[in-house]
């Protein structure tokens, strides 16, 4: 007598949906470790300087840190190598003040011919803001591009910014291009509302992107002589007994430049809201230190903080372990790292128009994905990655298969009756199928969880150990 045949029920979404996540948690052994190393690099610099405290890690020898550091944020780093030495808070937004010109300058310098003369007009200088710093740029008379900019870093002037601004295409312009150009340099804690850095309801940056632009802009030949410049002769108005032009002295307001031994630059701040802010770079040795401070007790002491931490940077390289790294320009030129660019160069940008090379937006964007979104990536830094979607992959082959092979078995498995049930494995010959196997033999051959799954699971882990990365040394 045949056995009756019954229509089994489909498998349930849930059922494939836990195999496939079983699946995938096998394929990703150690991923644990790889979510620690990625919520790590969810802070930009890495997991410490995403902490408020003090964060420094001496070696045997290491000198203390200055006992009198005021600032609400600081940073000391190595800027050839990129390794913050120690830290405090880096990543808490703060009124920026002047500090902000760096990445102006970063900005618009690559794009502006020095040599070029401009008439200023009264537009351009108009909505200053009160109380705004001025170099004493005139209406109505011309200028050179270098001249303004030595009014922009050395007397800070807000109305050589205005004017630098207007002739890149104006102030909102100017200001889109330097927020595109914080996130090419990967400055997320930066939001620009004016190209001055004068306080402006919701513009903030912080101690490690001020230090991201100075370290692009010293890349820049043109920006380094600027920042470096400690007096000039600025263009005045005409004299009206003679009708020539007059000219008058201007001088750097960094307090440190001239004083401290070494020192490059490269920019001050201050307004009542922001309190002093300073970022500063220094050579010794053949190596270059760079320090910001953000916002200490009183004003004057922004100075001293920032020498002492200077002073003991160069006494502890080599003497502690870095916590963190200041990240590379993504819209840098390929072999551009660590460059110094020369007179007249992109300075760090992608293009002669100082927007980011080709692709470095869809990478910023990508960043900002969470790390089971992004493209597999099999370098050293990505362990994560490649295991998830390895898993993900398998796991949904697992899937399709099982539920296609149960579809399958629907249409061809006997159903056993609950005196049979026990005996499956051992039916008759006439019960058995066309293809020679028992019902028992195929759900047991082809099922999620039986031999060929196991199989399949072994060598998904054996691929899995294939593409990990490997770690020289």
């Not at 059922?15 to 991923?31: D, E, K, N, Y």
């Not at 007397?155 to 595109?180: C, F, I, K, P, R």
């Not at 009183?298 to 502690?320: I, M």
């Not at 019960?431 to 759900?443: K, L």
Request: aromatic share 4%.
């Amino acid at each position: 007598m045949q056995p009756k045949r019954v229509q089994q029920k489909p498998p349930s979404v849930a059922r494939v949906a836990a195999a496939s996540a079983a699946s995938a948690l096998v394929l990703a052994a150690g991923a644990p470790a790889a979510l620690a190393q990625d919520a790590a690099a969810s802070t930009v610099g890495g997991e410490r300087l995403g902490r408020p405290a003090v964060q420094v890690a001496p070696l045997a020898g290491a000198p203390a840190l200055p006992a009198e550091l005021t600032g609400r944020s600081w940073l000391i780093a190595d800027a050839g190598t990129g390794e913050v030495l120690a830290a405090k808070d880096v990543h808490r937004p703060m009124p920026p003040a002047s500090t902000l010109k760096m990445l102006f300058a970063d900005t618009v310098l690559p794009k502006l011919d020095r040599a070029t003369e401009h008439q200023v007009t009264p537009a351009e200088l108009a909505d200053l803001g009160v109380g705004s710093s001025l170099v004493g740029v005139k209406e109505n008379l011309p200028y050179r591009v270098e001249d303004l900019w030595r009014g922009v870093f050395l007397s800070s002037g807000n109305d050589a910014v205005h004017v630098l601004a207007h002739m890149n295409g104006g102030v909102q312009q100017t200001v889109g291009e330097m927020q595109t150009r914080a996130q090419s340099l990967q400055a997320r804690d930066t939001k620009v509302v004016s190209p001055d850095g004068y306080d402006m309801d919701g513009q903030v940056s912080s101690a490690y992107d001020l230090t991201l632009f100075a370290r692009a802009g010293l890349r820049n030949a043109d920006f380094r002589s600027y920042c470096a410049t400690r007096t000039a002769r600025f263009p005045g108005g005409l004299d009206k007994a003679t009708g020539q032009r007059t000219a008058f002295d201007i001088a750097n307001t960094d307090r440190l430049l001239g004083k401290y031994p070494g020192l490059i630059g490269v920019k001050n701040g201050y307004t009542t809201n922001a309190g002093a802010t300073f970022t500063g770079a220094a050579e010794r040795g053949g190596r270059t230190l760079l320090v910001t401070v953000m916002h200490p007790e009183a004003q004057g002491k922004v100075y001293d903080e920032a020498a002492s931490l200077l002073d003991w940077g160069f006494a502890a390289a080599g003497k502690v372990q870095p916590v963190g790294q200041l990240v590379e320009d993504l819209g840098a030129p390929k072999g551009a790292k660590g460059s110094g660019g020369g007179a007249g160069g992109t300075g760090g940008a992608g293009g002669t128009d100082g927007t980011p090379a080709d692709g470095a937006p869809q990478a910023a964007a990508e960043a900002d994905l969470p790390p089971w979104s992004r493209t597999p990536a099999f370098g050293n830094d990505s362990v994560l990655a490649p295991a998830l979607w390895t898993g993900a992959a398998v796991a949904t082959g697992l899937a399709v298969w099982g539920t296609a092979r149960t579809a399958a078995r629907r249409r061809t498995t006997p159903s056993s009756s609950p005196s049979t049930a026990r005996t499956a494995t051992t039916a008759p010959a006439a019960a058995t199928p066309a293809g020679g196997r028992t019902g028992a033999r195929r759900i047991g051959a082809t099922g999620v969880g039986g031999r060929a799954g196991r199989r399949l699971t072994r060598r998904a882990r054996a691929l899995l150990r294939g593409t990990r990365p490997r770690r020289d040394g």
